[in-house]
Each structure stands twice: as C-alpha cells, then as structure tokens.
C-alpha cells in the first residue's frame, strides 16, 4: 500500500528536516518550476556521499536496474504513451526549426506528460491535450526531422502516417478519456471504460470460465474469442526492458547485505519465471530482510491502476535509511511501554505488554514508473495479506520526498490563517519539526495503543462500523498531541528543553489552523468524507466546544482559529482521548456516531467558500513532480567503481531526457 499524504499529517503540517537545519538546507532551491496546476520540486539525499563505498555501489546498481523499467509503466498505462512521448522528445531536442509559440506548448504538454508517466492526470484519471493544431504539431515534427531527430515509426511508416495514427491520442478529448474508470455508470464496463493497457479487447463478462493464473503480472488480451494471458517476464512481455533490470539487479548481488542478497536473487527468480510461487518467495526475502541499510522496491507492485485491483503497476524505488530519523521513531518504539502505561485513559484499556511499531525513515535516490515524479510519503509492503500476516511487513516513510515538499510550500500558505507574525514565525522555524514528531507518535505509540474492554467479542470495525477508520484515527492524533508536551520527550533526547514549549504551542496552533485550512479541498456540499479530514475536525471542533484553547476570531472579513492556550489545549486533549479510547475498547458505535454527527462531519459553506477564495489567490499547486538525484560512478583505469558521486540536476527536462536516453 502506498500513502498519498502521510497517515496522520497533511501537507500542512508534513515533516522536514531537524529543528536546526544547514544553512545550505534552509538557502537552497526546492520549487524548480510550475507547470499548469503541478509543481515540480527537486528532492535532495544529503547522506549518500557518507554512506561506505560498498553501498554507493550498490544503490548505482539498483539505480540502474530502476530506470531500466521506467518504460514498462509508460507501456501499461496507455498503449500509445510511449510512441507519444518518443514524439515529443524528438521534437523537444531537435527544435531549432519549430515555431516558438507552438514550441513553448509542445513543452508545456510534455513536462505533464513526464509528471504523470503518460497523457493521464494523477489526481483525476482524465487526459490532457495538447493546445495546437494537428497542423501545428505535424509542422514542428517536420522541422525536428529536417534538424536530425528519429521518429518512432513502423517500419514502411511515414512521419504524417504516425502523427495521423496518433492524433485522436493527442487532440481528442472523446477517445479514451479515463485511464481508470471504476464508477463508468449503467451499462457500462469497467475495463471498456479504462484506457489503460493492463487489458486489451477484454470485458468483465470473457472471465467467465476463465482461470486467471498470473493476476498481477500479465496483460490480457482477447484473441480469437478467448483470453490468453501475456506474462510479464524475461521472455515474455516487457522482456527486453525485464532483461536490463535483471542484468543490473545482478551486478547488485555481491555488493548487498546477504539477506538482501537473497532477496535480490528471489527477484531475479521472478522476473525469470512470472510465477506467482516465486514472486511469493520474493515478498518473504524481501520483507525478512529487515536491518539492511539500502534497499529497493523493484517489480509489479501497486494495483490501483486496474480497475479489478488484481493487475500490478511497473515500479522502483532506491533508498537508503535515514539513521538520524529513524533513531528517532526507535526511541518512541523502545518506550512505547512507558507512555502505555500513562495513558490519561483508564487503566482497563491499557495493555500490558505494548510493542512500537516501526517504521523506517529513509531517503530515496530516484522512484520511477508509478512511484515517480509523483510518489508517494508512505509505503506498506507486501500487499499479499497471507505474507503479512505470516512474516509481518515493512513501512518506511520517505522522509526526504516530505522534506522537499514542505519546503516547497509558499510561505503565504502559513501567514494567511496565522492571527499574528509570531505565529507565524513559530510555524516557520517549528511547525515542520513538529508534524514529523507528530506523525511518529500518532504512528508508533498512537495505533499501537490500548485493548477492548474485558469481555468484549468481534472487532472494533465490525461494530463501530463507518466511523471505525476516523475515531481511530483521532485516537492516534490524541495521543501524539498529549504526549508532545510530556517532559519526558526532553529526557529522551528528542527535544531541547530550551524549544520544548515553542514546539509544543508550534504543533497546537497548526493542528488547529488546519481544520478551516483543510476545508478548500471539499469544494462542494457541506460534508466531510475522508476520515483523516472528519478526525482532525473532530477534534478541533470538540476543542472549541469542550475547553477555553481555541478561539474563533474575525478580522478584514477573515475568519481565524487562534489556539490561546497550549495548558487548556492539552489538558482538553486529555479527556476527549479518554472518552475515544473508552468508546473503542467498548465498542459504543451509538457514541462514536455522535462524536462525529456532532463535531467531525459538517461544516458552514460560507467558511468553506471564503477559505477556498484565500487559498485560490495563493495559487497553490494540487500536486507535485520530483527531480531525482543524479548519481555518476567514478572509474578507475580497470573500469573499478571508485566512487559514485551525488548531483542535483534542478531541471526536470534534462533529467527526464537522460533517463529516455539510458534506456534506449
Ligand atoms: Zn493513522
């Protein structure tokens, strides 16, 4: 499972660096470049250059192995994406011939087109176009031609034969127009209605009598009446590509721990194969290994794309752990007792032997296919429930990816809904600090925590039904923001004495900013649907209700929630958390629905609306693309790797171009 937007902050409150950061940190640039209503945003790996020779090599390898298969996912999503892209990239390096305005468009589209790994749009599912003339297009391709470029024709194809083939693709807004379409209305498929290529001619009603044997790694095609499944293997579908990451994954071997080295090896078996017995043996390896500090995710992962959820998204990702973080989140594993045991909750619901869960901080050196330019802040992995129940799983948080984007965010977007500049000055130096801390109690002591009620039977879920996810959620929020003010985080080293106060009220006062700030993401009716949202609701809302911390204030025609006391706030955090945990340990589904109908789901449209006008007039991006790092090995006279070093490229179309190059 990946997470879009860490489990328990937004990017309001998303994590960043440690309190005092270098000041090449503070100074350097983050925002590269907006293209229509997506940033692009470069990300930074400041540890690798410390990290043993032996690892550098390593992860060289695996970054190898990750843009070999980069094409696969362009493939999968649209089966035109990559012919499309080829002609785009043509024109964009042979340009001197084309029309500047018609040039400056071409660039536009592709840059989205990189973004998005296709003509599809990450957060909506729908196509772009691009804004020419297929006359306009066909001019510039012909320049590129004169100028030297190589366009993706068939073979006896003429370059207006292509472009013909392709117009619908580029120019059509009625041709293929969802790429996953889960929801296409009466009457209609959902795999006719999706775009893309995980299916080819195939219906929902060919599966009857059909026995699907490689789920997650294959394409189905519909020939001659009947389907037949085309592996994703060595020597099968995406073989070429395939056999380029295997080649790179096994240069990898000799230089990885050895469980990681097994795992590696069980990949390679895979890729070999397709069989699904072996991509299970995969997951294992993968998922024992757990204390090596480089690690990949490599293969046919995330099923989001495919409107049945069975197919397996092509993706990468190379990593290495962040120790300072992940220290951190350990400390908060290691104690998890000691703040068990002084819960504010009654001593029933606690439990006497709690365990942390961990997660890993890391830093990743590229994400391709679906995991990049877009990536996700949080993954979960193996998705095969059997696995996980069996070997447990893996979580890491991408404390590097979360780090350039909080960065990134305009600065207006915290003086906007602050009351006063000190408050904003505390969001600044602290608030970025604080959600990381945040978000690794909500998730290490938070969910962690607490048992049912003596006597209680079935599961919280099955009783509490709909509003299971969001108190739970709550629970976890709770009980980071009461532990954030307890002494104990100075003692543990996590904290300065000198700060502790100021993180505190820094933490408070943009939880609570973030219940108006959160509203322009509903832009119609007066509900709220996404339990992370109802929680942060809830509590706020209950908060204001319930204690003298928070205050609703006017100012300009602006409205302004002002947290005026860090005392009342936690003390008020105390015993809302008392009553969710007893609402969950017992079951109380009545009470949960109340909480909820009461505080958490139902907003004034008129707050809505003038939040949405405040935020508009910032022109804040809805999503973002990143720029990978560039790693360069250093060779001696024999061709050894001596070296590998770090870059930052800063230029999403340079970056995107070397990766079209190397895999050629
Ligand atoms: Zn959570």
């Not at 990134?408 to 906007?416: D, F, H, K």
């Not at 003038?610 to 790693?631: I, Q």
Request: aromatic residues 8%; negative net charge.
């Amino acid at each position: 499972m990946a997470t879009a937007v860490a489990c328990s902050s937004g990017p309001e409150t998303s994590t960043a660096p440690p309190a005092q950061p270098a000041a090449s940190e503070t100074t350097r640039k983050y925002l590269l470049e907006r293209v229509d209503d997506a940033a692009v945003v470069q990300i930074y790996a400041d540890q690798f250059t410390a990290l043993p020779l032996r690892e550098k090599v390593l992860i060289w390898h695996l970054y190898q192995a990750a843009i070999a298969g980069r094409d696969i996912f362009y493939d999968q999503k649209h089966r035109s994406a990559l012919e499309m892209r080829r002609v785009l990239e043509a024109i964009i390096t042979h340009s001197s011939g084309v029309e500047p305005a018609t040039l400056s468009e071409i660039q536009r589209y592709t840059k989205l087109f990189w973004v998005n790994n296709g003509q599809y749009n990450n957060l909506t599912a729908r196509k772009f176009l691009l804004k020419l003339t297929p006359q306009a297009l066909a001019a510039a391709a012909q320049a590129a031609a004169k100028a030297g470029a190589t366009f993706p024709v068939q073979s006896g194809e003429s370059l207006d034969a292509l472009l013909a083939r392709l117009q619908s693709m580029f120019f059509d807004p009625n041709v293929d127009p969802i790429v996953t379409n889960k929801t296409p209305g009466p009457g209609r498929d959902i795999l006719t209605a999706s775009a893309n290529n995980l299916y080819s001619g195939v219906a929902l009603a060919d599966f009857r009598g059909f026995t699907e044997r490689y789920g997650l790694n294959s394409r189905l095609v519909k020939q001659r009446g009947r389907l037949v499944e085309e592996v994703y293997r060595i020597d099968g579908r995406y073989g070429r590509e395939i056999a380029r990451i295997v080649g790179h994954l096994e240069a990898a071997v000799p230089h990885a721990t050895a469980p990681m080295a097994a795992a590696l090896r069980a990949l390679v078996q895979w890729y070999r194969t397709g069989e699904d017995a072996d991509r299970a043996k995969y997951d294992i390896a993968w998922v024992q290994d757990k204390d090596s500090p480089v690690d990949t995710i490599n293969g046919f992962i995330e099923v989001y794309m495919d409107p049945r959820g069975i197919k397996g998204s092509w993706e990468a990702l190379v990593f290495y752990v962040n120790r300072e973080k992940t220290e951190r989140i350990r400390k908060f594993a290691d104690n998890a007792q000691w703040f068990e045991d002084r819960m504010p909750y009654d001593a029933r619901y606690r439990k006497p032997d709690v365990k942390g869960i961990v997660a890993n901080a890391i830093d990743v050196l590229i994400e391709t296919g679906d995991s990049g330019p877009v990536t996700p802040v949080g993954i979960n992995l193996p998705n095969d429930q059997r696995i996980r129940e069996e070997y447990g799983s893996k979580s890491v948080s991408l404390s590097n990816v979360t780090e350039a984007n909080d960065k990134a965010l305009p600065p207006a977007m915290r003086s906007e809904f602050s009351w006063t500049p000190e408050e904003t000055d505390r969001a600044t130096r602290f608030a970025s600090f604080s959600g990381e801390l945040h978000t690794d109690m909500h998730e290490v002591i938070g969910h962690a925590s607490g048992r049912q009620a003596e006597g209680f039977t079935g599961t919280p879920q099955g009783v509490i039904k709909e509003h299971f996810s969001a108190l739970e959620e709550g629970r976890a929020d709770l009980i980071a923001l009461y532990f954030l003010a307890d002494p104990k985080l100075v003692e543990l080293g996590i904290v300065s004495a000198a700060d502790h106060d100021a993180i505190v009220r820094a933490e408070y006062e943009a939880y609570t900013r973030n219940a108006i700030v959160q509203l322009r993401r509903v832009r119609e009716g007066t509900q709220i649907e996404e339990d992370h949202m109802r929680n942060r609701q809830m509590i706020v809302h209950w908060l204001m209700a319930n204690t003298k911390a928070i205050e609703r204030r006017q100012r300009d025609g602006k409205t302004y929630y002002v947290m005026v006391d860090p005392k009342a706030f936690r003390e008020g955090v105390g015993r809302l958390l008392v009553d969710v945990q007893r609402i969950k340990s017992e079951g109380d589904a009545a009470a949960a629905a109340k909480l909820f109908d009461t505080h958490g789901i139902h907003f004034d449209p008129t707050l809505r609306d003038e939040v949405v006008r405040r935020v508009d007039a910032l022109d804040l991006p809805s999503y973002t693309g990143f720029v990978m790092p560039k790693l360069t090995p250093v060779t001696d006279a024999t061709g050894t790797i001596t070296d590998v070093t770090i870059s930052y490229p800063m230029d999403l179309t340079r970056q995107m171009l070397e990766f079209a190059e190397s895999s050629k």
